[in-house]
Structure formats: structure tokens, C-alpha cells
T-cell receptor, first 113, second 119 residues
């Protein structure tokens, strides 16, 4: 069983640029969500996708956007990068349902300079 | 108000001893789930254990058990016979929502506890 994979593992961008992070869900999982984890903090929910539609969003501005594809892979796009966007971005997938654990990828470490 | 509170920023425990990591939560939703995740320095979040609000018994998974005290809104993680490989950050998290509520994947995490196992 293939787990959740994310790419790239590390990324350095300049303030004002745009970035796209990618995620391949665990086989059979139809729900994907993205989290931002600043250094020394717990992950913060960005948004989730279920059957290719965003159906939940955390307290993040519209410059954070995403897509889920028919094969359940996903992208996180961040426009107009700010220094505070520097963080570990985690993708998680699950089968859905209240008792299903989220399975996380290894994350993408984004540094904005 | 904090929804998940982990009051122990760091803990040091002797190898082979048991350790309890504290977690309290706050919700008005009668249906919720509580999760514990382990995050080694590599960054991956590893699922350890789950407890549903309607579960009558405390969850157990190998060396991990969850001490669920619903009236006190506490969900402490107990690791028995700690090992050097248990050294990591540990996060408590909660998902609110109805049972079988598909597409609700929002987890609210605490700030974590850094556990260090001493040989």
C-alpha cells in the first residue's frame, strides 16, 4: 500500500512569488486536506477536498488555493508569498468518516526569503 | 479559547518507564474524535491512536493507550515501556462532527509535547 507522498521536499522562494506543492493520496483515499505547521507549533488546517471540491477551509486568505484531481492527487497553491508563509506544509488523506485517521505525508519545507 | 491544550512542552523519561502525555480538549459538539500523532525530527506525522466520543472503552494500540475521561474532557496518551525510538514530538488532535460525517477532515491540534527518552 503506497502512502501519502509530497513533492518537493524542500523549496526556497522569494517574497511575492507563487508556489505549487503537490500531494499524492494514499491508495483508496478520497479525501485530502492540507495543513501548515510553523516552527514549534502544531499543524493548522488550511482546507480540505472531497470528491474534487473544497468543502472546508481554515482561517487562511484566498491566496491559498488548491485542487484535487480525479485520481485524488492534490495541489496547494500559494500566491504572493509572504515571509510568514515559511513553514512545513503537510498533506493528509483519509477514507473519510469521523473515525478514519488522517495519514500524512512527509511534508514540504517552504522557506520564503 | 484553546480547543486542545497540551500543558507539557517537554518531558524527559528513563528508558523502559511508562509515560503519560496530557491532553485536555474543549468542545460543545457531542460527537467528536480524539487522535494522537507522533512527529519525529524527520517531519512526518505518524498516527498512533484514536478515541471516539461515544466509545465506551479506552482505546489501546500495542504500547499506546488512551486514558479517556469524558467528564473531565481529558484524553491522555500513555506509552508503556518507553523506548529510545519514542523520542519525538507528540500531538493531540480533535475532529468535531457527526459520526460517519464524510468530508470532514479538519483536525485541531495542540501545541505538542517533546518527549525525550533517556538511555
Amino acid at each position: 500500500e503506497t502512502g501519502v507522498t509530497q513533492s518537493p521536499t524542500h523549496l526556497i522562494k522569494t517574497r511575492g512569488q507563487q508556489v505549487t506543492l503537490r500531494c499524492s493520496s494514499q491508495s483508496g483515499h478520497n479525501t485530502v486536506s492540507w495543513y501548515q505547521q510553523a516552527l514549534g507549533q502544531g499543524p493548522q488546517f488550511i482546507f480540505q477536498y472531497y470528491r474534487e471540491e473544497e468543502n472546508g477551509r481554515g482561517n487562511f486568505p484566498p491566496r491559498f488555493s488548491g485542487l484535487q484531481f480525479p485520481n485524488y492527487s492534490s495541489e496547494l497553491n500559494v500566491n504572493a508569498l509572504e515571509l510568514d508563509d515559511s513553514a512545513l506544509y503537510l498533506c493528509a488523506s483519509s477514507l473519510g468518516g469521523a473515525g478514519s485517521p488522517l495519514h500524512f505525508g512527509n511534508g514540504t519545507r517552504l522557506t520564503v526569503t | 479559547a484553546q480547543k486542545i491544550t497540551q500543558t507539557q512542552p517537554g518531558m524527559f523519561v528513563q528508558e523502559k518507564e511508562a509515560v503519560t502525555l496530557d491532553c485536555t480538549y474543549d468542545t460543545s459538539d457531542p460527537s467528536y474524535g480524539l487522535f494522537w500523532y507522533k512527529q519525529p525530527s524527520s517531519g512526518e506525522m505518524i498516527f498512533l491512536i484514536y478515541q471516539g466520543s461515544y466509545d465506551q472503552q479506552n482505546a489501546t494500540e500495542g504500547r499506546y493507550s488512551l486514558n479517556f475521561q469524558k467528564a473531565r474532557k481529558s484524553a491522555n496518551l500513555v506509552i508503556s515501556a518507553s523506548q529510545l525510538g519514542d523520542s519525538a514530538m507528540y500531538f493531540c488532535a480533535m475532529r468535531e462532527g457527526r459520526r460517519g460525517d464524510f468530508g470532514n477532515e479538519k483536525l485541531t491540534f495542540g501545541t505538542g509535547t517533546r518527549l525525550t527518552i533517556i538511555p
